[in-house]
């Protein structure tokens, strides 16, 4: 499936029908209970703080313990690491569908976060009960090559629509600004993985790395990869617009190689006053 996704032939047959889906769905999305629910939180934590936790190699139970109490955002299979920590996140955000698939029913049974999915995608049965919520990830442009992928702004109507990135962990922070927040760490956001491609099509192997902590991948994440230069661009333009509206984004993973953000330690965060 990944595979046929970032075939530059099939994109280019398929590229009218996927523009015009894409629109549907987000027009469907504006007029959605979903959307009506994304909207409660527009700025509803102006002046806060929160954490946006990742799921890589770096990220322990210690650590999430260490921001229990805090408001938090977390994502994909980060439910694996909750035999390790009493910490459980406020939010949680899943847009791929090939996670979805695999883990829906686990999604369903997690206990706590407000959830997020991704609209574009399969056809889930959703009841009332799931308490999952629908979020629409929506592009105008149409991206044949995804490894050169440069993003250009950001959504500040999530009730609309989110930016397409490169990385959920992007669109969590897109979430946060919108929600008001003006202080955001990233924990656990290692920037790495077995494969990574940059923007030459150049590909570096190295499967003595890992792309996640203990547990938290898929069957297989030795096949998990990154476009790292259109990763990385992602994250540079969220620091800018954090820069020109006096929100401060922080990496306070332990190592990694995300180094589009300011550096902190976790426990001078913990220390600090809000």
Not at 29 to 37: G, L, N, Q, W
Not at 141 to 157: A, C, G
């Amino acid at each position: 499936m990944r595979n046929l996704k970032d075939n530059k032939f099939i994109r280019i047959i398929f590229a009218p029908y996927i523009i015009l889906r894409a629109r549907i769905v987000m027009e469907r999305f504006k007029k959605s209970r979903d959307s009506d629910f994304i909207l409660q939180f527009k700025g509803k934590y102006e002046g806060k703080r929160c954490f946006i936790i990742g799921n890589g190699p770096s990220l322990t139970g210690n650590d999430l313990d260490l921001i229990k109490g805090e408001l938090s955002f977390a994502c994909n299979r980060i439910y694996n690491i909750f035999p390790q920590t009493t910490w459980r996140p406020d939010f949680w955000m899943c847009l791929d569908p090939e996670c979805l698939i695999e883990e829906f029913e686990n999604i369903k049974k997690m206990q706590g976060p407000v959830k997020f999915i991704g609209a574009i995608g399969k056809k889930y049965s959703i009841k009332k009960e799931d308490q999952l919520h629908k979020a629409v990830v929506y592009d105008s442009r149409f991206i044949l090559d995804r490894r050169k992928h440069i993003k250009k702004s950001i959504s500040t109507k999530c009730h609309e629509y989110f930016s397409p990135s490169s990385t959920v962990t992007c669109q969590e922070i897109e979430f946060a600004i919108y929600m008001g927040f003006k202080e955001i760490y990233l924990l656990g956001v290692d920037h790495s993985c077995p494969i990574t491609i940059d923007k030459n099509g150049k590909k570096v192997v190295d499967h003595s790395i890992k792309d996640h902590f203990e547990g938290g991948g898929s069957a297989d994440s030795s096949l998990h990869y990154i476009y790292v230069d259109a990763a990385t661009q992602c994250y540079q333009v969220y620091r800018d617009y954090a820069d020109i509206h006096n929100i401060h984004i922080y990496n306070a993973t332990r190592g990694g190689k995300l180094e589009v953000f300011e550096r902190v330690k976790l426990e001078d965060v913990k220390n600090k006053q809000q």
